[in-house]
């Protein structure tokens, strides 16, 4: 259909470039009567009025080959992969899409921490879209006509914005509905959840870094550690054939059958495992009162399992220490920095990383709308088109997490945006 488009273009203007060179050189060299001289003058306006015809035609055509464009992608299904690319099930994008506009009410976020996310999360694409093709994928965005040059114009006109309204000391556009629904498309995002067909508002999960006593010596209250693997082993893959059992019941100390290929951090309590792994990141807290940040690295390539005890997870992580809360990236080294309030994890591989989320939901009966970008993932979002986890913040203990997040919501509208 586009070939066949193409083509008449091509041969119309062809056509009117002809027709021009034919007319010019028709017209005589020598003195003409003043009849025929006022008969020339009006020729290039019939030529511009012919090539204004044509080019009105040809916009026409263009616009209904993008619109046969956008009805092919719309009706078509998307194939929904999970983390190692295989098939899971298909889903049309009219099903989770549809244009509609964000409501009149100011959009909450901390300018300076979104600006952080979105420079970093750009930078990721400049920096390593080569060496990670899974941030080039349109996803199922691509069924609305979203392209990869459209989410970096996204990020890059926001981060212009920012800029230029932190330069002035005034509170950034980007909080202003009408200047949103003015500059982008708004998309609202309905949660697709297979096992729960009724589900339309998206779940909100919320995850966080935890501060932890712990030592760099092994003792009787802080016996678990976490594992970096050595560089002049990881290349092996070792570590993808033990669960995080095996690597319990002590494979890598002395006398373990893989002692050597990994170096102990620092020692946690098992629940301090636990929820290392399951955040993603810790601050561990020291008996001298220096403190140190740490990331998850890789991963023994077991999924994670929806429904089975944290404990009994076979998924293990390799961590190492890090100057920042760390994100999506396809290594430790490349991560991007994160900021809590302004940051998602969600699936990178379907839904897109660096998507601009803003959610819609009530609080002490008002509305309210939070944006944030996804800027990070996990093992439970590939693939998860119903669910976002917020990042919600530091916090001491599960208690202080537990009251902030009370004042979040479970469930909320999602809206998608990308600049026009």
């Known amino acids: 259909m586009t070939i066949l488009f193409s083509r008449k273009l091509h041969l119309t203007v062809s056509f009117a470039v002809l027709l021009l060179v034919s007319l010019a050189n028709s017209q005589p060299k020598t003195q003409?009567?003043?009849?025929?001289?006022?008969l020339s003058k009006t020729q290039p306006e019939n030529n511009a009025l012919l090539v204004q015809q044509i080019f009105y035609q040809n916009s026409a055509v263009q616009k209904t080959s993008s619109r046969v464009k956008e009805s092919v992608l719309a009706s078509t299904p998307y194939p929904v992969i999970d983390e190692s690319q295989k098939?899971?099930?298909?889903?049309?994008?009219?099903?989770?899409?549809?244009p509609k506009k964000l409501p009149t009410i100011k959009v909450d976020f901390n300018q300076k921490d979104l600006l952080t996310v979105l420079i970093n999360t750009r930078k990721y694409f400049q920096d390593y879209a080569n060496l990670d093709p899974d941030i080039l994928r349109t996803g199922l965005l691509g069924t609305q006509g979203v392209t990869l040059q459209d989410s970096l114009k996204t990020l890059d006109f926001m981060i212009a914005v920012l800029q230029e309204d932190i330069a002035h000391s005034r509170a950034t556009r980007l909080q202003d509905p009408n200047f949103i629904n003015t500059h982008f498309r708004v998309i609202n995002w309905s949660a697709h959840n297979p096992q729960n067909p009724k589900q339309k508002q998206l779940r909100i999960t919320k995850y966080a870094v935890f501060t932890h006593a712990g030592s760099l010596k092994k003792t009787s209250t802080f016996n678990v550690p976490i594992y970096r693997l050595k560089d002049n082993f990881d290349s092996e893959k070792f570590y993808t054939k033990y669960t995080k059992q095996d690597v319990l019941s002590g494979i890598y100390e002395s006398g373990g059958k893989e002692f050597g290929k990994v170096e102990p951090l620092v020692y946690l309590t098992r629940n301090g495992l636990e929820e290392a792994l399951m955040e993603g990141t810790i601050v561990v807290n020291f008996p001298d009162g220096s403190k140190q940040l740490f990331n998850v690295d890789r991963n023994n390539e077991m999924p994670y399992i929806r429904g089975v005890s944290a404990t009994s997870q076979k998924r293990y992580w390799y961590f190492r220490q890090v100057d920042a809360i760390k994100g999506y990236g396809y290594k430790i080294d490349a991560k991007i920095s994160i900021a809590p309030g302004v940051t998602f994890a969600g699936d990178v591989l379907n839904i897109g990383l660096g998507r601009v989320?803003?959610?819609?939901?009530?609080?002490d009966g008002r509305k309210r709308l939070q944006l944030g970008v996804i800027a990070d993932t996990g093992g439970a979002f590939l693939p998860n088109l119903y669910q976002l986890d917020f990042l919600a913040g530091i916090f001491h203990n599960k208690k202080d997490f537990g009251q902030y997040i009370?004042?979040?919501?479970?469930?909320?509208?999602?809206y998608i945006l990308i600049k026009k």
């Open 357 to 363: 989320i803003v959610i819609e939901y009530t609080q």
């Open 32 to 38: 003409q009567h003043p009849t025929q001289q006022n």
């Open 406 to 414: 009370g004042q979040l919501p479970d469930y909320a509208t999602a």
């Open 87 to 98: 098939y899971k099930f298909s889903v049309h994008g009219s099903q989770v899409f549809t």
